[in-house]
């Protein structure tokens, strides 16, 4: 069974940091693109972050370039989002979603990935 697991979420506050893990199970991790989107209430998913399956390629979202980094160990099957200067605008539902036999390329568009992990809340308190 497919499966992408989020955990390391919680309440920060601001100027703090976080460390979100995506655990993959099954042949999402395989060959496969990984990325970070968010959802605040009353807003669209946005990406935030993504990396191809060799690591060469990132794409981040200019609100959070400079303080989130993203990676991945794919002996582990697992992607990381790591949360730095945390704002208060951060505050939202963070999913991981793998894009299938993407290698070397990432992409940044919510249609392109094949599955979703089922979000962890992150909430920046002011």
């Known amino acids: 069974q497919v499966q992408l697991v989020e955990s390391g979420g919680g309440l920060v506050q601001a100027g703090g940091s976080l460390r ?18 968010r959802q ?15 690591g060469e390629n990132t ?8 303080r989130f980094i993203i990676s991945r160990d794919n002996a ?11 704002k208060p605008e951060d505050t939202a539902v963070y999913y991981c979603a793998a894009d299938l036999d993407r290698v070397y390329s990432v992409s ?15 909430t920046v308190s002011s």
Not at 21 to 35: I, K, P, V, Y
Not at 40 to 54: I, Q
Request: glycine content about 8%.
């Open 108 to 122: 940044r568009w919510e249609n392109e990935y094949d599955y979703w992990g089922q979000g962890t809340q992150v």
């Open 76 to 86: 582990k099957n697992t992607a990381r989002l790591q949360m730095n200067s945390l």
């Open 59 to 66: 794409l981040y979202v200019d609100s959070v370039r400079g």
């Open 20 to 37: 979100l893990s995506c655990a993959a199970s099954g042949r999402t991790f395989s060959s496969s693109a990984m990325a970070w989107f």
């Open 40 to 54: 605040a209430p009353g807003k669209e998913r946005e990406f935030v972050a993504g990396m191809s399956w060799s």
